[in-house]
């Protein structure tokens, strides 16, 4: 059976290990997660020392997503706990693990993650991520100046096979040019129309227009998700009369199967590892006995 694929524009699928999150910042008004999961379905309470929902069938749907990019040849994308963060610090050990274990032993599916928290990222993540994961991108949300300034930093110092920004909302200027040569992904948003009756964050026409001209000067994929309601229409995403939807690693030569890419070919094999075929370097070769 087919796998439904997600509604956010920048992944074929999503799913959550666990829902339940507390807000940490500005970029957290509005959330879409606690509007939905919190106040209209009532299925956790959001905040700072309220249980987390533990998701059953999270593996299962990670599999069956994976067996689909499969059947269709290609590598999709799968962005992991869209209703929490991967580094929230009040979810047991062992919660984490389990999306580790999964992200590590699934094939063509490139998994997102999307954190608040990137000063967690060092002391939670799993001991074997070394280099990073060849099919895990890591990206931090910043939503104005004074968050890159002061979590810029952190998200330099983990290493990533794509290390990126989720600039959404967009909520002032921003100026990447310090740290656009460790970036390598960029989003950028408004907000949506959530419960209630707080407007939306509309993205401002210059920032997002002097952010993609940041990133396209530095070679820097950028993908400019929503103005947001109330402009244009809800996540119109045209300006100056084009659809900027970048994405990463999208002119090298990708592993089908692992991931690894001309850039960064399996790294935890200390450089032993080479393409074996058009598409599947020699270790996944090996692995799938097609050679010795």
């Known amino acids: 059976m087919a796998i439904r694929e997600s509604g956010i524009e920048w992944t074929h699928?999503?799913?959550?290990?666990?829902?339940?999150?507390?807000?940490?910042?500005?970029?957290?008004?509005?959330?879409?997660?606690d509007a939905l999961f919190a106040k209209r379905l009532h299925m956790v309470e959001w905040g700072q020392g309220k249980a987390r929902h533990k998701v059953k069938g999270f593996s299962a749907k990670v599999r069956k997503a994976s067996q689909q990019a499969a059947?269709?040849?290609?590598?999709?994308?799968?962005?992991?706990?869209?209703?929490?963060?991967?580094?929230?610090?009040?979810?047991?050990?062992?919660?984490?693990?389990d999306v580790w274990n999964t992200l590590r032993t699934t094939n063509h599916l490139d998994f997102i993650l999307v954190t608040k928290r990137i000063g967690n990222a060092v002391k939670m993540l799993p001991a074997d991520w070394e280099h990073g994961y060849s099919n895990t991108w890591l990206l931090a949300t910043m939503v104005n100046q004074e968050e890159v300034d002061r979590d810029m930093p952190k998200l330099a110092a983990v290493p990533a096979i794509v290390r990126g920004l989720s600039i959404e909302p967009i909520m002032g200027p921003v100026d990447l040019t310090e740290w656009l040569h460790l970036l390598d992904w960029v989003i950028i948003g408004g907000q949506s129309k959530q419960m209630g009756d707080a407007e939306p964050l509309v993205a401002n026409y210059e920032w997002v227009r002097n952010l993609i001209d940041q990133c396209q000067a530095a070679g820097v994929a950028v993908f400019f998700k929503?103005?947001?309601?109330?402009?244009?229409?809800?996540?119109?995403?045209?300006?100056?009369?084009?659809?900027?939807?970048?994405?990463?690693?999208?002119?090298v030569r990708r592993c089908i199967s692992c991931g690894c890419h001309d850039l960064h070919a399996c790294l935890t094999d200390n450089g032993t590892c080479?393409?074996?075929?058009?598409?599947?370097?020699?270790?996944?070769?090996?692995?799938?006995?097609?050679?010795?």
């Open 13 to 33: 699928y999503s799913g959550n290990a666990w829902i339940g999150c507390t807000a940490v910042g500005p970029g957290c008004n509005l959330c879409y997660a």
């Open 71 to 97: 059947r269709l040849g290609v590598r999709q994308r799968f962005f992991v706990n869209s209703a929490s963060d991967i580094f929230d610090n009040e979810v047991p050990e062992e919660w984490r693990e």
């Open 226 to 251: 929503q103005w947001g309601a109330g402009r244009v229409a809800p996540h119109g995403n045209v300006i100056d009369g084009v659809s900027i939807l970048e994405f990463p690693l999208s002119n």
């Open 274 to 292: 080479h393409w074996a075929s058009s598409n599947l370097c020699s270790r996944c070769m090996t692995k799938s006995g097609e050679a010795a």
